[in-house]
């Protein structure tokens, strides 16, 4: 149950990570079994779930693909900003965000490499990008992020706010 003392954020990310989750189950092509960590469990308050994807019989379409790869590197860019943020900060909460958005990465590399896919991300390191918007809005998030402690925070809702949306719009 939702309250006044809920933290939107907090909701938020694990809101982000609810369709993550649901979206690279939707598009997965191959019988992938997944256990959540228990580094993830602790993030998100659940037990270790087992899940098991099923193939679709079809392959991906010209936009699945590119939803894919765009958001492997959109959760680089999050996971980039948030390491960052903490190295500016020394706030323990950028790190286990950081950590999260790992597993996020690592679950869309999973669809990159059943489709045989190029990944975007690579070996780049933190803060460098293939699409120049990502890029763009890597650097003005840290710039922003680095404004102030508040400033951090309220970048860290952006992004997932962003990413929500980006998401929807794939499964959509």
Request: net charge negative; proline share 5%; hydrophobic share 45%.
């Amino acid at each position: 149950m939702i309250t006044s003392t809920t933290n939107p954020k907090r909701i938020a990310i694990a809101g982000a990570a609810a369709i993550l989750s649901l979206s690279v189950a939707s598009i997965a092509s191959a019988s992938v079994p997944a256990t959540a960590s228990s580094d993830e469990s602790l993030i998100y308050g659940r037990p270790p779930v087992e899940a098991s994807y099923v193939a679709p019989s079809s392959t991906l379409s010209e936009a699945e693909v590119a939803d894919i790869l765009f958001m492997r590197e959109e959760e680089k860019l999050a996971h980039d900003v948030y390491v960052t943020l903490g190295d500016v900060w020394g706030s323990q909460i950028f790190t286990n965000i950081a950590r999260a958005e790992t597993m996020h990465m690592d679950s869309v590399l999973t669809l990159i490499e059943t489709y045989d896919l190029v990944d975007p991300v690579g070996d780049n390191p933190v803060g460098v990008f293939v699409e120049p918007t990502l890029q763009a809005m890597y650097d003005d998030l840290v710039t922003t992020g680095a404004e102030s402690l508040s400033a951090a925070m309220s970048v860290g809702a952006l992004i997932e706010e962003v990413d929500i949306e980006d998401l929807l719009s794939s499964i959509d």
